[in-house]
């Protein structure tokens, strides 16, 4: 793997992440990853920043609330749709997605939390900011079609402290 820079790789992921990309947390020795669909990347605070939207009610928001870090690994190149769909509909609370998938991890120096290997790109984050949606703020017609039993999503904020792309 070789480090990249952040602005070199934002439109390879732009265009992947409606497709789906890896959400990677760890929590006591508990490592979980989900499927994420949408969020946003940019540069806020100065920083080069991954906004990742994860559900109250997912298994994946118990740990990633009691971690620093998360991880978000991009299969560029159509590659692990079944382990996406798997990670999109079953929760880790049911299945250890790692093992039944046959996941490979990888550890990186700047997080506790791996990435999952054999994705083309691996975005390392730290968590700046966190943020619960609130109901009453929501434009009512997006609340209706995508929250219609009110399970809102904590925004979460990730300085992008590393980037990687596999070879």
Excluded at 72 to 92: A, I
Excluded at 97 to 113: M, N, Q, S
């Amino acid at each position: 793997m070789k480090k990249v820079d952040f602005s070199q790789v934002l439109n390879d992921y732009n265009k992947i992440l409606p497709k789906g990309v890896f959400l990677t947390t760890k929590n006591d020795g508990e490592i979980n990853t989900m499927t994420m669909g949408w969020g946003t990347a940019g540069f806020i605070w100065n920083q080069n920043i991954l906004m990742a939207p994860v559900r109250k009610s997912r298994h994946t928001h118990q740990l990633i609330e009691n971690s620093d870090y998360f991880t978000v690994s991009v299969p560029l190149n159509g590659q692990l749709k079944k382990e996406l769909q798997f990670c999109g509909t079953k929760s880790g609370r049911d299945y250890d997605k790692i093992k039944e998938l046959d996941l490979e991890l990888a550890e990186v120096k700047e997080a506790e939390v791996p990435i999952i290997k054999g994705n083309d790109l691996h975005f390392i984050c730290k968590i700046k900011y966190q943020q619960d949606m609130l109901k009453e703020k929501l434009d009512q017609d997006i609340l209706d079609k995508k929250y219609p039993d009110k399970d809102m999503h904590t925004f979460y904020y990730g300085e992008v402290v590393a980037v990687y792309k596999e070879e």
